[in-house]
């Protein structure tokens, strides 16, 4: 049974020309043990996906969902409470821009302890708690590669370069043991050293832990060294999904190809000075979306029939949705 | 931190200079002598004009002038009312704690009501408590203080006689004045019946102190309530949901400190739209403070008078705004220095 199962999620926000699908029809699903990537351009909604599946969304935006599963349960029609516990103890999330994610006003310690769940620290006395909360604290800090806890710990956010903060979201997310780990563009900034020195521990706590990653990025030589499978998503809606191996080695989706040709250093054939692949135009904004499969006006192969929106088909294990596909109408 | 609080300080003192130059100002553009204007003595004989001259040194420059007016301030000369022939210093030190002791009253009144109430309306921002709360604010922020003030005393003094109309405590009481804040007065004075005297005090002050501190109420609702909406919608606090804490948590941990941070210093220039009310609830019900002194004495052309009542009503905001703002850096975790942590 897999972990997460989301099938057919949308999520309508309001704006001045009325309800926009900012999601549309978002089919997930992960497995224990499994490391997905989630790929996708700026202001594809990959941050959405995200906040919905913890529950962080804004108040008086509609989230519909045919299926939005945790382990069975389906959690739109859980409590309050309920969800709150599985948030707590199962999943956990690395938001982006950690800067922003973290109480201006609060110490990174309080941050980092209030994310540690009852259970870890177990029962006794308030000073015997307390210490083991420092225990923990420090060994998670140690993990992400901040040396100095006592000085992080008593920083205010706005105290310590951007990079710690990063990693600081991460010692915090896996501070509460997670089974899943939602990790939004991780390693955004980070120089290529202590980006490997994340991927590794991701992977580590993967391969012992058994922790599931939901890892969003677009950043696809760090996805390809970490994940299994791949979920490209543009503009609000899943285009391909499937193995990484398989997805790279043949596309169906014009933009799945788009993209993976974008990034050169993909490319292991590109010889020098070989003008570099990029779609025409720019991701459509929520105020002017585009009927049907939404890269219609930026597709190459776009006829007619994409102004209706796609079933999805697959073959095997490989999800596409598109009326023509790479392999096929050549 | 030091430097922030000496360029402050630098600021407040660099702002009472230019105060003090008004108010000089305010000699020469009153009508009639500036000496008089100065002293506050109205008929000045040849003999008496020779002599203030050299006093204020009015027969020389005006910077030397200025500098002996500075010098005059400070040493507590202000001159003399030309009604009551009274020193000024003597008279603003009697007026001024009766409505600094009033303008306290109706600011902790209005942080009483307005930072929970707006508080609630935040939370529950787009519901039913929320618009209720913002119309009654709008409500309370569009009445004009006299007439409110006129309201509450048709209503609770006239009509039902439960408060009194006027004046600060019952002529029966006699408290020796000491600081010039009446409860303090009593508490420290040594008559028999201080507990009826307090019970007095206080019945006539609730009508001044709510009517001034309804419309302040209302503003500090408003801001509360706008930096509730706002920090309940920023990233760390859907972050803190998203880590499983209860509403309770995020809002007691993390939503109050940040939400109260910014309005501390909104709510210290608040303190000036409640002088100004102050002032005119002051004349309405004879309370003896500066306001109605200042009006009283614009009404007799007290030149001297008006002068020294702007200077000190004027000093007493802008020590207050820096005062604030100090306690408002010196407490925001925000202000503090970078220090970097290594990996």
Same mark, same amino acid.
């Given at each position: 049974?897999?972990?997460?199962?989301?099938?057919?999620?949308?999520?309508?926000?309001?704006?001045?020309?009325?309800?926009?699908?900012?999601?549309?029809?978002?089919?997930?699903?992960?497995?224990?043990?499994?490391?997905?990537?989630?790929?996708?351009?700026?202001?594809?909604?990959?941050?959405?996906?995200?906040? =919905?599946?913890?529950? =962080?969304?804004?108040?008086?935006?509609?989230?519909?969902?045919?299926?939005?599963?945790?382990?069975?349960?389906?959690?739109?029609?859980?409590?309050?409470?309920?969800?709150?516990?599985?948030?707590?103890?199962?999943?956990?999330?690395?938001?982006?821009?950690?800067?922003?994610?973290?109480?201006?006003?609060?110490?990174?310690?309080?941050?980092?302890?209030? =994310?540690?769940?009852?259970?870890?620290?177990?029962?006794?006395?308030?000073?015997?708690?307390?210490?083991?909360?420092?225990?923990?604290?420090?060994?998670?800090?140690?993990?992400?590669?901040?040396?100095?806890?006592?000085?992080?710990?008593?920083?205010?956010?706005?105290?310590?370069?951007?990079?710690?903060?990063?990693?600081?979201?991460?010692?915090?997310?896996?501070?509460?043991?997670?089974?899943?780990?939602?990790?939004?563009?991780?390693?955004?900034?980070?120089?290529?050293?202590?980006?490997?020195?994340?991927?590794?521990?991701?992977?580590?706590?993967?391969?012992?832990?058994?922790?599931?990653?939901?890892?969003?990025?677009?950043?696809?030589? =760090?996805?390809?060294?970490?994940?299994?499978?791949?979920?490209?998503?543009?503009?609000?809606?899943?285009?391909?999904?499937?193995?990484?191996?398989?997805?790279?080695?043949?596309?169906?989706?014009?933009?799945?190809?788009?993209?993976?040709?974008?990034?050169?250093?993909?490319?292991?054939?590109?010889?020098?000075?070989?003008?570099?692949?990029?779609?025409?135009?720019?991701?459509?904004?929520?105020?002017?979306?585009?009927?049907?499969?939404?890269?219609?006006?930026?597709?190459?192969?776009?006829?007619?029939?994409?102004?209706?929106?796609?079933?999805?088909?697959?073959?095997?294990?490989?999800?596409?949705?598109?009326?023509?596909?790479?392999?096929?109408?050549? | 931190?030091?430097? #922030?609080?000496?360029?402050?300080?630098?600021?407040?003192?660099?702002?009472? &200079?230019?105060?003090? %130059?008004?108010?000089?100002?305010?000699? *020469?553009?009153?009508?009639? $002598?500036?000496?008089?204007?100065?002293?506050?003595?109205?008929?000045?004989?040849?003999?008496?004009?020779?002599?203030? $001259?050299?006093?204020?040194?009015?027969?020389?420059?005006? !910077?030397?002038?200025?500098?002996?007016?500075?010098?005059?301030?400070? !040493?507590?000369?202000?001159?003399?009312?030309?009604? +009551?022939?009274?020193?000024?210093?003597?008279?603003?030190?009697?007026?001024?704690? /009766?409505?600094?002791?009033?303008?306290?009253?109706?600011?902790?009144?209005?942080?009483?009501?307005?930072?929970?109430?707006?508080?609630?309306?935040?939370?529950? *921002?787009?519901?039913?408590?929320?618009? +209720?709360?913002?119309?009654?604010?709008?409500?309370?922020?569009?009445?004009?203080?006299?007439?409110? /003030?006129?309201?509450?005393?048709?209503?609770?003094?006239?009509?039902?006689?439960?408060?009194?109309?006027?004046?600060?405590?019952?002529?029966?009481?006699?408290?020796?004045?000491?600081?010039?804040?009446?409860?303090?007065?009593?508490?420290?004075?040594?008559?028999?019946?201080?507990?009826?005297?307090?019970?007095?005090?206080? +019945? *006539?002050?609730? %009508?001044?102190?709510? +009517?001034?501190?309804?419309?302040?109420?209302?503003?500090?609702?408003?801001?509360?309530?706008?930096?509730?909406?706002?920090?309940?919608?920023? $990233?760390?606090?859907?972050?803190? #949901?998203?880590?499983?804490?209860?509403?309770?948590?995020?809002?007691?941990? *993390?939503?109050?400190?940040? /939400?109260? %941070?910014?309005?501390?210093?909104?709510?210290?220039?608040?303190?000036?739209? &409640?002088?100004?009310?102050?002032?005119?609830?002051?004349?309405?019900?004879?309370?003896?403070?500066?306001?109605?002194? !200042?009006?009283?004495?614009?009404?007799?052309?007290?030149?001297?008078?008006?002068?020294?009542?702007?200077?000190?009503?004027?000093? &007493?905001?802008?020590?207050?705004?820096?005062?604030? $703002?100090?306690?408002?850096?010196?407490?925001?975790?925000?202000?503090?220095?970078?220090?970097?942590?290594?990996?």
């Amino acid at each position: 049974m897999p972990l997460l199962d989301i099938k057919n999620l949308t999520l309508e926000i309001e704006t001045t020309n009325g309800w926009v699908k900012a999601l549309d029809k978002i089919s997930l699903t992960i497995a224990p043990k499994e490391i997905r990537a989630l790929v996708g351009e700026s202001g594809s909604g990959k941050s959405l996906i995200v906040k =919905a599946i913890v529950g =962080a969304i804004n108040e008086g935006w509609r989230l519909t969902a045919d299926r939005l599963n945790w382990g069975g349960k389906d959690l739109l029609m859980l409590s309050d409470e309920e969800r709150r516990q599985i948030t707590r103890e199962d999943i956990a999330v690395i938001f982006q821009n950690p800067t922003h994610s973290l109480d201006p006003t609060a110490t990174l310690g309080e941050q980092l302890e209030e =994310a540690i769940p009852d259970h870890l620290i177990g029962k006794g006395w308030y000073w015997e708690r307390r210490q083991r909360r420092n225990e923990i604290v420090a060994s998670q800090l140690h993990k992400v590669g901040i040396k100095e806890h006592d000085a992080c710990v008593s920083s205010y956010p706005h105290q310590i370069p951007d990079d710690i903060c990063q990693k600081f979201m991460i010692a915090m997310a896996l501070a509460s043991e997670p089974k899943l780990l939602i990790a939004d563009d991780p390693t955004k900034g980070m120089e290529t050293t202590t980006k490997i020195q994340i991927l590794k521990l991701l992977s580590r706590l993967n391969e012992t832990k058994e922790l599931s990653i939901l890892f969003v990025s677009h950043d696809l030589l =760090a996805i390809a060294s970490l994940a299994e499978t791949m979920t490209v998503l543009y503009c609000g809606q899943t285009v391909e999904s499937g193995r990484l191996m398989q997805l790279r080695r043949r596309p169906l989706h014009p933009y799945t190809k788009a993209l993976l040709d974008s990034a050169p250093s993909f490319r292991k054939d590109l010889l020098p000075k070989t003008e570099l692949n990029a779609l025409e135009g720019t991701i459509p904004t929520l105020q002017n979306l585009p009927a049907g499969c939404r890269l219609g006006p930026r597709c190459p192969r776009a006829q007619k029939e994409c102004v209706k929106m796609p079933e999805v088909r697959y073959i095997q294990n490989h999800y596409y949705s598109c009326h023509f596909p790479l392999h096929r109408y050549k | 931190m030091i430097t #922030y609080i000496l360029r402050r300080l630098n600021l407040l003192l660099l702002t009472l &200079l230019i105060l003090a %130059l008004a108010s000089y100002w305010l000699v *020469h553009a009153f009508p009639g $002598d500036p000496v008089a204007n100065l002293s506050g003595v109205s008929f000045i004989t040849a003999e008496q004009k020779a002599y203030l $001259d050299q006093y204020y040194h009015t027969d020389k420059s005006f !910077l030397n002038q200025f500098i002996r007016y500075l010098e005059l301030l400070w !040493l507590g000369d202000w001159g003399k009312s030309f009604v +009551s022939g009274q020193p000024l210093v003597d008279e603003i030190a009697t007026f001024l704690p /009766a409505s600094i002791e009033l303008g306290t009253y109706a600011l902790i009144l209005s942080l009483l009501f307005g930072i929970p109430l707006g508080f609630w309306a935040g939370i529950k *921002h787009g519901k039913v408590s929320d618009y +209720s709360i913002l119309s009654f604010s709008l409500l309370g922020y569009s009445v004009p203080v006299f007439w409110l /003030a006129l309201l509450l005393i048709l209503f609770f003094s006239l009509q039902l006689g439960w408060l009194p109309i006027s004046g600060r405590i019952s002529l029966l009481y006699d408290i020796p004045q000491e600081t010039g804040f009446i409860v303090y007065d009593i508490l420290a004075s040594n008559i028999e019946n201080k507990y009826e005297a307090l019970v007095n005090a206080a +019945s *006539h002050m609730l %009508l001044p102190t709510i +009517s001034i501190s309804i419309v302040t109420s209302t503003i500090i609702m408003k801001m509360t309530r706008h930096s509730v909406i706002e920090v309940l919608s920023s $990233d760390y606090i859907r972050a803190a #949901y998203a880590k499983g804490l209860t509403s309770r948590q995020v809002l007691l941990k *993390h939503g109050l400190r940040n /939400a109260l %941070l910014p309005i501390v210093p909104q709510v210290a220039m608040q303190f000036t739209t &409640l002088l100004t009310n102050a002032m005119i609830v002051e004349t309405i019900f004879s309370w003896p403070g500066v306001g109605n002194w !200042l009006i009283q004495a614009i009404y007799q052309e007290d030149y001297p008078a008006i002068r020294a009542g702007m200077l000190a009503v004027s000093v &007493l905001v802008v020590v207050f705004t820096v005062f604030i $703002d100090l306690t408002h850096k010196v407490f925001d975790p925000k202000r503090m220095h970078h220090r970097r942590v290594k990996n």
